[in-house]
């Protein structure tokens, strides 16, 4: 029962924004979004949540429709580095978090 | 701040060995969520504990699976007899606060032959 759809994979040049999207039509009012990132070999890497509001914090910006049935995740400046898998999850407080097959974004120098 | 700490970080026994996994959790953190990974299936959570509680242990494969946690600092997962499909990369994570979010350990990579 996947809550939501994003695309397989998405290629970044190097220095420029990456921008990931994820579509969650069925959100509750209480389900926020968490977006993780899985770089190969390493452990998954919590990268922001949200609720209704856009976020911003030192890793990336999240942003929300004012429906909430979608939203996007900005990496400003992508670099090498940033290339992983990455997870947009929709959850409910107190719930476990379901983990889907995320995106795989290349960033290419 | 060290995160999460998982031993051993790479691990390769032979089919009906038993196999015992590590996973010390953020000092302070109340839950701990054991996950296994796999191409086939994804990262799945196999059971997790509040306050060295299990709460939900309904993702675990079957008996040959079992976790502990004897107190607030540490937590075993145990597989016995292991056999070549428990193959998989395993990650302790926890969680504490007032938020959900979980973090991550680096993860066993267990190969079973």
């Known amino acids: 029962d996947a809550k939501t759809t994003q695309p397989t994979s998405m290629d970044c040049a190097e220095g420029r924004a990456a921008n990931l999207p994820c579509n969650h039509s069925?959100?509750?009012?209480?389900?926020?979004v968490y977006w993780y990132r899985q770089i190969h070999s390493q452990g998954p890497q919590y990268i922001i949540h949200g609720l209704k509001n856009n976020e911003t914090n030192e890793m990336a910006s999240l942003i929300i429709t004012e429906d909430r049935k979608s939203s996007t995740l900005i990496l400003p400046h992508a670099t090498l580095r940033d290339t992983a898998v990455y997870y947009c999850?929709?959850?409910?407080?107190?719930?476990?978090?379901?983990f889907g097959p995320g995106t795989r974004l290349s960033v290419l120098p | 701040d060290a995160g999460v700490i998982q031993s051993p970080r790479h691990e390769v026994t032979e089919m009906g060995q038993e196999v015992t996994l590590r996973c010390k959790p953020i000092?302070?953190?109340?839950?701990l969520f054991w996950y296994r990974q796999t191409m086939m299936r994804g990262l799945e959570l196999l059971i997790y504990f509040n306050n060295n509680v299990p709460i939900d242990d309904s993702g675990m494969p079957e008996d040959r699976f079992s976790a502990k946690m004897p107190n607030a600092s540490f937590s075993t997962l145990k597989i016995q007899p292991s056999e070549p499909r428990d193959s998989a990369v395993y990650f302790c994570?926890?969680?504490?606060?007032?938020?959900?979010?979980?973090?991550f350990g680096p993860g066993t990579r267990l190969t079973v032959l």
């Open positions: 994570a926890s969680r504490g606060g007032s938020t959900d979010t979980q973090y």
């Open positions: 000092s302070g953190h109340n839950s």
């Open positions: 069925t959100i509750s009012g209480n389900e926020y």
């Open positions: 999850i929709v959850h409910n407080y107190g719930q476990n978090f379901v």
